[in-house]
């Protein structure tokens, strides 16, 4: 696995996300209490795209249908689904996700 940086802690306020393409695939990236996350940008329901849901808490919101996927984990709330997540890392003022 291999480190790639994924932005600046700066680029992302405390409860907000975006899509990142990095290492060839299309990442959710979130910053959610103080913490950053990374999981496949992909819904598991029809493909809609998690970086441009909202967030509740660690909950990201899918800007398509309403499927619910905690950022943690890439786990779907109260649906049998799951999408990627991976390790995502602060060092300084960088982030970075392991792919």
């Excluded at 994924?6 to 060839?24: A, F, H, N, P, R």
């Excluded at 913490?35 to 970086?51: E, K, M, Q, V």
């Excluded at 890439?74 to 049998?80: D, I, R, Y």
Aim: proline content about 3%; aromatic content about 10%; glycine content about 16%.
């Amino acid at each position: 696995m291999a480190k790639h940086a994924l932005c600046k802690t700066t680029d992302l306020g405390d409860g907000e996300g975006k899509t990142i393409s990095v290492g060839g695939k299309a990442l959710a990236v979130f910053h959610a209490g103080g913490s950053f996350y990374a999981i496949d940008n992909t819904c598991a329901h029809r493909g809609g795209p998690l970086g441009e849901g909202y967030l509740d808490d660690k909950t990201v919101v899918c800007p398509w249908h309403g499927w619910r996927y905690d950022v943690t984990s890439g786990e779907a709330v109260g649906t049998p689904a799951k999408v990627n997540s991976y390790k995502v890392e602060v060092k300084g003022d960088q982030v970075f996700v392991e792919l």
